[in-house]
């Protein structure tokens, strides 16, 4: 098997350098190649990645901004190899990562798989808090932190692999985003291919984001995931309204105080102690607990609030997605 690491960038030379400093650790035994496709950026990472020619297998592309998705296609297209695995360059890649992926696929062969994502000691404490909301099996995170046993894994393209046979009969990522990734998930598995979580495949995934643009993202999140279902109603699924139905929840509970009515609300701090204290255990820090707290309310928030105006306008008013929210696509 030849892998070709795929890793689209857009303005990020610094996520780069670190990206491919931990690439020149890799354990890996065999040749691989990684392909470098700057989106348009007008601080490019070109001399970084010439930085380390002498130590890796590297080609670097610049084309026209059209978004993570359609860079991938591009990437792949230009790739050598016949199975392809793509990061985002906020990522750090642990030095046995190559390793575990070809021991999996040997082991129990995918067309596409997805790894999970954690932190290390030497990220923020904003950043091991979003990693928490994004990552624990007490959120909605769940599923990216590789915690549950689903029979349909939907990988996430910071962490992902798919093979030439499966990229060419899909053509890849659409222009939606976010939300490329599930759809691709879905489109594959119409069209037979399997898609497997590899829990052992996980990278360290540096997010450089605040609390204000976490919102903005976990919002397009909860924009997207109706139109997803508008698309493929046969995936939808309950667990999908969660956040949705807690943050109405919420406003119920805090009018039912009017009412002199305390049990709800009570339910809900509950809850978020739990999610201080489970937290604040993983993290030993209590201000990481704190945080963490404050990220997942961030999360259920932005996603609920952008699941509902989303539902709203593309199932209930059947406005077309493109119309609706044109932020969420790129013109290819």
Known sequence: MFYSLIIPVYNRPDEVDELLESLSKS???????????????????????????????????????????????????????????IFDSDCIIPAEYLTEVDKALKE?????????????DSFSDIQKAINFAMTSFLTTGGIRGGSEKIDKFQP?????????KAFEASKGFGNIHPGEDPDLSIRLWNLGFETKLFPNAYVYHKRRIDWDKFSVQVNKFGKARPILNSWYPKYNKLTFFFPSVFIAGFVVAVLLLIFNSDLLLQLYFVYFLVLFLVSSYQNKSLKIGYLSVVAVWKQFYGYGIGFMESYLKVIILKQKPQIAFPELFFKI
């Open 108 to 120: 129990y062969y995918v067309d596409c798989y997805g790894g999970p994502d954690r932190a290390l």
């Open 156 to 164: 996430r393209s910071f962490n992902m692999g798919l093979s030439r």
């Open 27 to 85: 354990d890996y035994k065999e040749d691989f190649e990684i392909v470098i496709v700057e989106d348009g950026s007008s601080v490019k990472c070109e001399d970084v990645v010439h930085k380390y020619d002498s130590k890796l297998s590297i080609s670097y592309y610049y084309k026209e901004n059209s978004g993570p998705g359609d860079s991938r296609n591009y990437g792949m297209k230009k790739a050598k190899g016949d199975y392809f695995i």
